[in-house]
């Protein structure tokens, strides 16, 4: 099974930092929608938890995604936030992201392939048990580091039990130019509304 790219809804999100460096966040005003977007929304399911008056709405334009957020704060405060990525960026974003079952199968025919020469070679070397266990054992390490370099370039963590984990720290330090724009401007804004930590949560 293929673990590609978060869902839209997610990496719409991170990709907020776009929208605040574009200063299309916060409470700032924006134009008015064409007359294609606003159609689209109206058609979009609109998703939300009414327990939080947490709100969603995701769409997808001709050339780019599209999404609004609303939420209350811990003063009741109704927050919005909205922004466009193009399509182009968001596709450069989420393809290095995420691992396919289809490279996880390359590494392990490289395996098969190796131990299979390895023991053929054995046996025209007349090689012991012992020598060919170790040459075997050699080419799993190596197998072992392929998929743990692979899966780290993709954003996951193998464990010991060959289960696999998003590798969380990695994608924060990886992240942290793209979200600092989307720091600055809760800073403003935090700073325009006088919240505190709380509030602005």
């Not at 947490?54 to 050339?63: C, S, V």
């Amino acid at each position: 099974m293929d673990y590609g790219p978060p869902p839209l809804p997610l990496a719409l999100a991170a990709a907020l930092c776009a929208a605040a460096a574009a200063g299309l966040a916060a409470d700032r005003p924006r134009p008015p929608r064409p007359a294609y977007e606003a159609a689209v929304f109206e058609q979009e399911a609109v998703g939300g938890d009414p327990n939080t008056h947490a709100t969603q709405k995701i769409a997808e334009l001709p050339d780019a995604y599209s999404a609004e957020y609303g939420f209350e704060n811990f003063n009741s405060d109704q927050l919005q936030a909205g922004f466009q990525v193009k399509k182009s960026a968001f596709q450069s974003y989420a393809a290095e992201w995420g691992y396919s079952t289809k490279d996880i199968n390359a590494l392990k025919a490289w395996l098969a392939k190796a131990r299979q020469e390895a023991f053929q070679t054995a046996t025209q070397n007349d090689s012991s048990q012992e020598q060919l266990d170790a040459a075997v054992a050699g080419l799993q390490k190596q197998y072992r580091q392929k998929l743990e370099g692979y899966m780290a370039s993709r954003g996951f963590k193998l464990l010991p039990d060959d289960s696999a984990r998003v590798d969380m720290p990695a994608l924060a330090r990886k992240n942290a130019p793209l979200v600092k724009p989307l720091m600055l401007e809760l800073d403003r804004w935090a700073q325009k509304k006088h919240y505190g930590s709380e509030e602005i949560v």
